[in-house]
């Protein structure tokens, strides 16, 4: 195979590059363990509106009264995919306290979708940020980001990196809102 040319190497680097923020950080981070980070009480809550994967669009301000985990992930992040199976727990076991775990999935196809739930048993409700602005709005620069709302409406805090969602630590952040 020929060496690429100088335009195909700038193409790569740049596209490598554009993709730095997302993907070294959310490694780094989950070396780290995660990050609590309390919502500023001055900083408003985005509104949320989605399409779902194989099901109706998905409104933030229409889960007034639950708890709303919103997990943004991607199937190429593995962090994502490590911490998957603690929040489907998470949902599972909390049912009947009106939580509601959402995951986000940021800028993936269609194919990429049906490709990953081929390949798992992943059963949250995916909801479509195909062109990154929800992740925009929300100020979600690494993967995985995890905000939670309050039943008001109003989001509580986010934690950014890989956590163990059955953990002491997780359930000590999620309990006061149920």
Known sequence: ?????????????????????????????????????????????PALELPAWESPPVRLAALRGQVVVLNFWASWCEPCRAEMPSLELMAERHKGDRLQVLAVNFRETD?????????????????????GAAARAWQVRIFPSTVVIGRDGRAAFTVVGEVDWGGAEARAWIAPLL
Not at 111 to 131: C, N, V, Y
Request: hydrophobic residues 45%.
């Open 111 to 131: 194919g990429m979708i049906r490709r990953f739930l081929e390949q798992t048993d992943f059963s949250l409700p995916i909801l479509r940020d195909a062109d």
């Open 1 to 45: 195979m020929a060496a690429p040319t100088t335009p195909t190497l700038r193409r790569r680097l740049l596209a490598a590059g554009a993709l730095a923020p997302w993907v070294a950080p959310a490694r780094s981070q989950a070396a780290e363990g995660a990050a609590y980070r309390p919502w500023p009480k001055s900083k408003p809550t």
